[in-house]
């Protein structure tokens, strides 16, 4: 058996829900849009929707919506929902998850690359990185528009390899709060799969979908690394 442990060379890091704080934004910003769009739906399909998204956290937002409504109207959508996001972040409701960014600084001080990833459109994950001035922090930010598909699929941590330039699977680190995060991260092959607990899931649920450690925050990321001589 090998017990080889390897460096992490990359740590590819989720947005909402594990380094920036979700507090339900997610679901406000689908409220809002599926209300602007789709008012004349009754309460039983609207209730499916929300349940929907609440359901699929971490994959990319323009494939759930696919699920709910035709390429046309869930593109609609789409657009309702990176506007309805724009209002709760000019609104001052995104902030970082307490302590994410000394993390940040930490890793790349310690000489790692820093992948930032989301299941967000481009725009609105530009429009998070601005507001926390973050774009900076990280050597590579991706949408599932860059990489091929969104979660559960390996694409945004495989992207991520090939874009910091990490010498193998095993050198990644995969942190999330979602079940899709974990899948993604155990998909890639990461060395490293890590759930947190600032989402909406639980520790049961993370390690079931195969996560190699549950961490109360990502500020644990640092010392967990250390423990492991990683």
Not at 10 to 37: H, M, N, P, Q, S
Not at 73 to 83: D, M, P
Not at 175 to 184: A, K, L, M, N, P
């Amino acid at each position: 058996m090998n017990t080889t442990v390897h460096t992490i060379e990359t740590v590819v890091l989720d947005l909402a829900g594990t380094t920036v704080i979700d507090d339900g934004l997610v679901v406000e910003a689908f409220t809002r849009a599926w209300d602007r769009e789709q008012s004349h739906v009754d309460e039983s399909q609207r209730s499916h929707a929300v349940q929907l998204v609440h359901d699929t956290m971490g994959q990319s937002k323009i494939d759930v919506f696919r699920q709910l409504l035709p390429e046309h109207a869930a593109r609609s959508l789409n657009t309702a929902f990176e506007n309805a996001y724009d209002e709760l972040v000019a609104e001052g409701r995104c902030v970082p998850v307490p302590g994410a960014r000394e993390v940040l600084e930490a890793l790349k001080a310690e000489g790692r690359k820093v992948a930032l990833t989301t299941g967000f459109a481009r725009r609105t994950a530009d429009g998070i990185l601005t507001s926390l001035g973050w774009h900076e922090l990280a050597d590579v930010t991706l949408t599932p528009a860059e990489a091929g598909r969104g979660r559960p699929a390996p694409d945004l941590n495989l992207t991520a390899l090939i874009r910091t330039g990490a010498s193998s699977v095993v050198a990644l680190a995969v942190v999330g709060d979602t079940v899709s995060d974990v899948r993604s991260g155990v998909a890639a092959g990461a060395g490293l799969v890590v759930g947190v607990l600032t989402g909406a899931e639980t520790g049961d649920a993370l390690r079931a979908a195969g996560a190699h450690a549950v961490l109360g925050s990502v500020v644990e990321l640092p010392d967990l690394l250390k423990r492991q001589g990683r």
